[in-house]
């Protein structure tokens, strides 16, 4: 768990009752590059064609830009790209396929939410899909 993220879930902790209003904060121009660096290097560009790659030669001033405009709150998501993938029982269904830099962003939001939201986790709670083996078969008492 990084510093950032331990900061967030101490300020989660000694708020609990509270909204917190300030969490962007958290993320600036190491929040981005952390979550450019996390992605998958082979994952399929969107709407605008723009690979991992691509966008790591665009260096430190794409993000800043994209920092900046997420900043002024000017940021908006561009369309997502669809493209429909094959089914085992030969149907198709539908997958969007977000820009380079919306999963940037997208994975820094995450890292300032996760370490909040991750307190909120029950012991009774199961991270599997209902229906599947080793999921509980009684229902637990409301």
Request: aromatic content about 10%.
């Amino acid at each position: 768990m990084s510093t950032k993220e331990i900061q967030i879930a101490q300020l989660s902790r000694k708020h609990k009752d509270s909204t917190l209003h300030n969490l962007h904060g958290f993320i600036d121009i190491y929040a981005l590059y952390g979550s450019y660096k996390r992605l998958n290097r082979q994952s399929a560009s969107g709407v605008d064609g723009e690979t991992w790659q691509s966008y790591g030669k665009g260096g430190i001033g794409k993000m800043t830009e994209l920092l900046n405009k997420f900043k002024k709150g000017t940021y908006r998501a561009p369309n997502v790209r669809r493209v429909y993938i094959g089914k085992d029982s030969g149907g198709t269904r539908p997958l969007g396929i977000p820009t380079i830099e919306d999963k940037i962003l997208q994975t820094a939001v995450l890292g300032v939410l996760e370490p909040v939201y991750e307190q909120e986790f029950k012991e009774f709670s199961y991270g599997v899909q209902a229906g599947s083996e080793s999921a509980p078969s009684d229902r637990l008492p409301v």
